[in-house]
């Protein structure tokens, strides 16, 4: 197996090299709708640079990659860069010692991810598709929406390492305008819950960060692509316990055609971490803060 797989990734290094030597354009651009497009690049709020796709693909080698889409629930393979080889040349090497990454979506996802997991496995840049499916997925998740993936879309290699299966779609952003190298504690510090919390509202604050604050806001913070939480009146306050679990579990069991996803069926101890988050929220109901006093 372990062969196999060897075999198949040193053809396909042979076969994207071939393709570099052969053609002076990447002709999987063209099929990219945002190959114009200028990515932004910024360390602490910051624009340190801006480049287009055809620049970042003279920074990194291009190849296909094969992964499991987990907003399709199959396998597809796509035309990527790796982010660590791009990190490098963009932010210099000293990106590994930072906290964490934003990525700025054009349909105002927001997600945050610990540099840590870049460390610690493969993520890639795709720029088209490596077969003739066009760049754009169906996404199951929320109400079989028909998305465009481009200019960039972050996805791993969750064939090869289990954990990245469990993290579901909660760490694969598309339509990728920007990314922000930061620490998450200066950039989002009133999305702490109170020192005295309990354990499960600390823990359902990790939960948070991965699985909601791409979309939603608490105090003015987090992505741009769902409602606040928290302000003026908390979910906790106006949503009975029993339907905001039920909200986080199918929340297309509440609103017909919602675009809401369901927490990722995929989730470890997931009806622990629905407890948990809600336990959070619960906290964070007693900590209100304007967001008009902070920037997200
Ligand atoms: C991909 C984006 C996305 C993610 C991720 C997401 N949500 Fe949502 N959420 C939405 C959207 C969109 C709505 C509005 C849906 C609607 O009105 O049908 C919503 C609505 C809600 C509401 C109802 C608010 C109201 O007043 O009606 C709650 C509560 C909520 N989300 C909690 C969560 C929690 C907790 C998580 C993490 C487990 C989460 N959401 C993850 C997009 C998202």
């Known amino acids: 197996m372990l062969r196999s797989l060897s075999k198949i ?32 690049f910024k360390r602490e709020g910051q624009v ?26 199959r396998t597809r393979t796509y035309q990527v860069y790796s982010a660590r080889a791009l990190f ?7 990106w590994r010692l930072a906290d964490e990454l934003v990525f700025f979506c054009a349909d105002g996802y927001q997600p945050s991810i610990p540099v840590a997991k870049f460390l610690a496995y493969d993520a890639y ?23 465009t993936l481009g200019p960039l879309y972050l996805v791993w290699d969750n064939l090869a390492a289990r954990t990245l299966l469990d993290d579901g779609a909660s760490d694969m952003p598309y339509q990728v305008t920007g990314v922000e190298l930061t620490s998450f504690a200066a950039r989002f510090p009133h999305l702490y819950p109170p020192a005295d919390a309990s354990l499960s509202a600390q823990r359902g604050f990790q939960h948070f960060r991965k699985y909601c604050l791409a979309c939603h806001t608490i105090n003015g913070q987090g992505g741009g692509k769902a409602p606040e939480l928290n302000y003026p009146v908390s979910v906790t306050e106006y949503i009975e316990p029993q339907y905001l679990k039920r ?18 069926i995929e989730t470890p101890r997931r009806a622990e971490v629905i407890e948990e988050i809600i336990a ?17």
Not at 12 to 39: G, Q, R
Request: glycine content about 2%; overall charge neutral; proline content about 7%.
């Open 48 to 73: 340190i640079s801006s480049h287009s796709l055809e620049a970042l693909g003279k920074m990194a080698q291009a190849r296909p990659l094969k992964i499991f889409e987990s907003h399709e629930k």
């Open 125 to 147: 840049f795709a720029f088209a598709s490596a077969d003739d499916i066009p760049f754009t997925l169906v996404n199951k998740l929320q109400n079989n929406e028909a998305v």
């Open 88 to 94: 490098d040349q963009i932010f210099g090497k000293t």
């Open 280 to 296: 959070y929220l619960e906290a964070m109901s007693k900590l209100k803060r304007s967001p008009a006093t902070v920037s997200n």
């Open 9 to 40: 990734h040193f053809l396909s290094v042979i076969a994207a090299a071939l393709c570099a030597i052969l053609s002076p354009f990447n002709p999987a651009f063209a099929a990219n709708p945002m190959k114009d497009a200028l990515i932004e």
């Open 247 to 264: 909200w986080i579990d199918r929340p297309e069991s509440i609103r017909y055609n919602t675009t809401m996803p369901a927490l990722g």
